[in-house]
């Protein structure tokens, strides 16, 4: 970090101010990057035509039996591609960034938005006229009546409806109590990549044909049932093979027309991997790059996982073959950091595309998460770090690219010069990488039923998640529910200001008539438990719909339970699998700072009236700055105060206590989830003003974060109101997005190093989730936001992920620049 008289400066933040980048060592990736980076995405409609013609032909089969035979018509028809100067090979779709579609979750209105894609404000797509036309004919009327989407829509009862959609056809949120399920195919997920390493798909396919050799041929359950779904484990192997020898013959053609000696000596030694991987095992580095990439690749083909499906702990399934050959002098550090970054810039080519407004809202800054794991522990519980955890470390650092999305597990054990690698990674000022706290996450999954070795093992997926390969097997997104809106159904009688006369709420009654703190408490709860209940309904019909709409034959031929039980992934329940299920809070700073506020001012202090507040809220504070100076300054979420945090466990804990009720019910742990994405803004243009002096339609806070500009005490206090905001005593929760900005001064030279350790320590300590950091200047942002053309490779921490700060919309970018900057630790 350099340092001038009032601005000390990140390294990201000084290459950009420089016009510089560290080219050396790394021409073949910005040969690659220099082609694509900061490109308008295009559609690729390939996967959707593909898809929907064998869908077609094989109505009335079992949904996984169908699904393999589309994805082999798929692997056998779909342009393959090689990316020139690349060392891998495999793409879902064309040239430069690009996203494919999902007919079979959402083709039911894509009349109605698809030629509006080029045009809209948020990650906008082009396409060209030819495929909006395959599109429109081909694509979209055969799914017009058969989408998960309609279907979830016409069975939704009306009182759910209420606080789901804003209109007829279920395209708009009204951001109460959000269903995430109808843009997306699965939740982010995470395969037993190391299976196809050391088996190969020949070894897993053989497997499914000796289990169906194995069935009662005069059963008619097992013929009915288990017999297509083998069928099909059979028939998704084949077409991952296809696919990946398509990819061999290319790469010989290419070869055969390169002129230059070096390329067509890659060519060919590419052809050769293609050819023996993913059939075969992998026997060194290369072919293990090659194999992992695949899989990402056909997983993308296959469904719509939310946050695309997470790499797993590559630096332990990866490391034996990059020991072996390090060993054995086949490859150096240089080029094994080079292979992975041929991963990493393909990895970003391929786009989310959110075809539905309410999905792209939840994502912006074309977000997704490839996350890549590393450190923790090995299924022993011995520390797991090892040589390749450092060279990820060092392939992110000086690296102007989002992807990979990389997330250290962090114990109380892990090596010194491990955080403080992490550390010089998180100063370098593009937000990465994340932390995840195992001594959180271990004992939370032992406690619900994982088994120790597996909950030791466990991988980061999406956003700040945890799945554990082979044993977790629910896969239906999850419901967002708005708290916020619970606030303001209380101030205005069950109504809200944005949707006028409709009753959305229960009526508590006139807020102006509450004469204690205890009655405006209950009032509250009620209001809150009320959103619970429709979240809760909504969700199980979700769990019964999808299985009738959505198969994953490729992820459950990789999945132990799956294969043993011939059960496929989608599948509403599968004999000793663990559900984990989540229902996502979204605004609880802002809640529980208005709680405050109210509590204080109005009943203890009474300093301000109830109808005081209530006119300064309809008002938006206009005319009434005093008033919104005193809510503003009332005890805030965030400062180590056990006046506010004290409101704010006891939210969590009634929260949690309804989620253990009807997850006992249900069979699934459905626990309380702090992680908006980027939904805290949009969620938030439905809220009025509210009583901690936020203003109407602004973003709500984050996560688990404080409220923009409420943490005056430094991120240790955060860290504190976070502890003590958690109900350790019981198990329904999941979890916790922390947001911390730090000024680039405050965290400069060897001493700044040691404090981010020391806040990497702490946070370990008091067994919390997860941590992000922000290391970048207000004034930097400011500039990006009036100048982007000069900054436009500034990549900011958002949410579980981080983006192109001029990617996202001035509201995501105005809620950035507004978190609080903590100068000094």
Known sequence: MSCCENLCLSPQEERILEKSTNRKGRERIYKILDRILFQIPIIDVERARYFTESMKQTEGQLLTLRWAKALKHIAEKMTVYITPDQLIAGRAGQFGRYGILYPEIDGDFYAVVMKDLPNREKSPFKISDTDINIILDEIAPYWEGKTYHEHLNNAMPEDLRGVTYDDDQGLKSKFVVSETSSYRSALQWVHDYEKVLSRGMLNIQAEARAKMAQLDQDSPVQGWDKKPFYEAMIIVCDAFMIWSKRHADLARTLAAQESDPKRKKELLEMADICEKVPAHPATNFREAIQS???????????????????????????????????????????????????????????????????????????????????????????????????????????????????????????????????????????????????????????????????????????????????????????????????????????????????????????????????????????????????????????????????????????????????????????????????????????????????????????????????????????????????????????????????????????????????????????????????????????????????????????GSSASHGADKNGPTAVLLSNYHTKNYGLKNRASRLLNIKLSPKSVSGHDGTEKIVNIIRTWCDLKLWHLQFNIVNRQTLVAAQAEPDNYRSLLVRIAGYSAYFCDLSKDLQNDIIDRTEHASI
């Open 292 to 702: 992992q990439w695949f899989v990402q690749m056909f997983s993308r083909i296959e469904q719509k996982s939310s946050a695309i499906i997470s790499n797993g702990r590559m630096d332990q399934y990866l490391f034996p073959y990059f020991k072996k050959d390090i060993e054995e002098g086949r490859i150096t550090n240089k080029e094994a950091k080079e292979l992975l970054e041929c991963m990493w810039v393909e990895m970003a080519q391929f786009i989310d595309l959110y075809i539905n407004p309410t999905g792209n809202e939840f994502n912006e800054g074309y977000a997704h998460w490839e996350a890549v794991t590393i450190g923790g522990q090995t299924p022993e519980g011995e520390d797991a770090t090892n040589d390749l955890s450092y060279l990820f470390l060092e392939s992110k650092r000086e690296f102007p690219l989002n992807y990979p999305d990389l997330a250290t597990r962090i114990h109380s054990r892990s090596p010194e010069r491990f955080l403080k690698e992490i550390a010089l990674t998180v100063k370098d000022g593009s937000g990465f990488p994340k932390l995840i706290n195992d001594e959180e996450v271990v004992p939370l999954y032992a406690i619900k039923g994982a088994p120790m070795e597996a909950a030791l093992d466990y991988s980061v997926s999406g956003c700040t998640e945890a799945r554990l390969p082979n044993h977790e097997t629910y896969t239906s997104g999850c419901v967002y529910i708005n708290f916020a809106t619970a606030l303001e159904m209380l101030m205005y009688n069950g109504h809200m200001l944005k949707y006028g006369d409709q009753v959305i709420g229960v009526e508590t009654g006139d807020v102006t008539k509450f004469d204690s703190w205890e009655s405006f408490y209950d009032a509250y709860k009620a209001q809150h438990m009320n959103l619970l209940k429709k979240a809760f309904k909504q969700q199980y019909i979700v769990d019964c719909l999808r299985p009738e709409h959505f198969a994953s034959p490729f992820a459950s031929v990789m999945h132990d339970l799956c294969m043993d039980k011939a059960k496929d992934l989608q599948s509403q329940k599968i004999e000793g699998g663990l559900d984990f299920s989540y229902f996502e809070f979204l605004g609880y700073g802002t809640v529980v700072d208005s709680l405050s506020a109210i509590k204080k001012l109005v009943f203890e202090e009474k300093k301000l009236t109830m109808k005081e507040v209530v006119s300064a809220l309809r008002n938006n504070f206009e005319g009434y700055e005093p008033v919104r100076e005193m809510l503003r300054n009332a005890p805030c979420y965030g400062n180590n105060d056990p006046y506010v945090d004290s409101i704010a466990k006891d939210i969590d804990h009634i929260t949690q206590v309804y989620a253990k009720k009807y997850s006992d019910e249900r069979g699934v742990n459905c626990d309380v989830r702090y992680v908006p994405i980027t939904s805290h803004v949009p969620f938030g243009k439905v809220v009025s003003a509210t009583p901690n002096g936020r203003r109407a339609w602004t973003a709500l806070s984050d």
